[in-house]
Every structure is written in structure tokens, then in C-alpha cells.
């Protein structure tokens, strides 16, 4: 894709467009997912709970049902996680946005950070379901980053990913480069947090992302300037 010269449709087909607000309703959904098919973007990602009604709102469409999974602080025991990643698949869900267990990481115990992310690459594998591994990246160095990729890449996720969009900081040019080049060959990179403009969201394509993570996509798509948060 020639990011500079891109056409709206084609950046729509890289946005995982975030309805993951806690306050959402069931209306809010509905709203979000009709948008999602106006625009034809990738993928509605959803809290766990909405995956159904997702699925059935979209259905038709092309546009793909993708969610969280521990989601923000990725702290739930290993089991659990596992148990999550199937009742999403029971549930219908084509990708999963699971969250790195943060301070284990942080507390350099990688043999739990690989573990906990393979028991749920595992699960979702078996039924082809990608996984995405978020390192809410704002808590990390740079160093931490790049190693957070080596263990996300050991454990066999598909992609990783900078941010939940709830916690500190936000997808940076400078987090996303140490992404693509420490596994930009082998693995997807998806920027999530704080895309609030085109010209950031292009920006972060033209850096070697293959998803965005985007909370205001219609105002990014329509050239505007998104308000407020995620």
C-alpha cells in the first residue's frame, strides 16, 4: 500500500475501529456497527460481553467481529485467559486483543509473560483466530518494548500491539518503529492510542503498521480531528 497516496477506503481496511468504552450500551453498539459497515472497516473490536450482538449486527457485511481479552490490565490468572479466548470463540469472535500481563513482565518473570500468552494463542489457533498481544506500552521503555516482542513472538501471537487506550501514554512514532524493526518481518504491528487524526493514522502505515487501533474513526476518515479520549 503507497501510504502516501492512500485512499479512504484503503485506510478503513486497517482500522480495528474500538467501541470499548465501559459505559457503552447496547444502543451504542448499534450505533458503532452501523458506521463500521458505512465505512467498511476491518473489524468492530468489542468488550467480551458484546461479541454476540456484534456478530449479529455486522453479519453480512464483510466486517470482521474482534475483541479483548483481559482487558485493560491484563492481570487475570493464565486459566482464565484460556477460558476467555474460548467462550469469545464459542461466541463468534474472529480476532482476539489480549493484554500482556504487565507486571509480570515488568517484574522479568518472561517464563509466565510467554506462557500466559501461548495458552491463549493456543486456543485460538486451533479455530484461526489471530491474537494480538498488547504491551500497553506507555508503562515500558523502549528496550522493554522491543523484548516484549521478542516474548510475544516466542509465545506465537500474529501481532503486537502498542496500547489499550487506557492507560498511560499512547501509540508513538518511536514505540511502533522499535516494533517493526525488532519483529516487523515475522510479525503484524498494530498502533492503537491516541490516533485521533488522518495524517497521524497514515503516519503510523507509513512507519511499517499494519492495523490501527481507533476510537473516533469516522472523524479520522473524514479528514477531521477527533475529541476527547480513546
Given amino acids: 500500500m503507497d501510504s502516501k497516496n492512500i485512499r479512504k477506503d ?16 447496547e444502543a451504542d453498539l448499534h450505533r458503532h ?14 468488550k467480551p460481553c458484546d461479541i454476540r450482538a456484534a456478530k449479529t449486527l455486522l453479519e453480512g457485511s464483510g466486517v470482521k467481529v474482534s475483541c479483548t ?7 487475570d490468572a493464565t486459566a482464565v485467559k484460556a477460558f476467555q479466548a474460548e467462550q469469545a470463540i464459542k461466541d463468534g469472535v474472529d480476532e482476539i486483543d489480549m493484554v500482556m500481563n504487565i507486571g509480570k513482565f515488568l517484574g522479568e518473570d518472561d517464563y509466565y509473560v510467554v506462557e500466559d500468552i501461548k495458552a491463549v494463542v493456543d486456543v485460538a489457533h486451533k479455530h ?3 491474537v494480538k498481544v498488547i ?5 515500558l521503555t523502549l528496550e522493554q518494548v522491543a523484548k516484549a516482542c521478542e516474548l510475544a513472538y516466542a ?52 512507519l511499517g503498521a ?21
Fill in 10 to 25: 484503503q485506510l478503513a481496511q486497517t482500522i480495528d475501529h474500538a467501541v470499548l468504552k465501559p459505559e457503552y450500551t
Fill in 33 to 46: 456497527a452501523q458506521m463500521c459497515i458505512k465505512h467498511n472497516v476491518f473489524s468492530m473490536c468489542v
Fill in 69 to 75: 481479552l483481559s482487558f485493560p490490565h491484563g492481570a
Fill in 128 to 130: 484461526g483466530v489471530l
Fill in 135 to 139: 504491551q500497553e506500552s506507555g508503562y
Fill in 155 to 206: 509465545a506465537g501471537a500474529d501481532f503486537v500491539k502498542t496500547s489499550t487506550g487506557f492507560g498511560p501514554g499512547k501509540a508513538t512514532p518511536e514505540i511502533v518503529e522499535v516494533m517493526v524493526k525488532t519483529v516487523g518481518e515475522k510479525m503484524k504491528v498494530k498502533a492503537s492510542g491516541g490516533i485521533r487524526t488522518w495524517d497521524e493514522a497514515v503516519a503510523f502505515l507509513e
Fill in 210 to 230: 499494519d492495523r490501527l487501533g481507533i476510537g473516533s474513526t469516522e472523524a479520522v476518515l473524514n479528514g477531521g480531528k477527533a475529541n476527547g479520549g480513546y
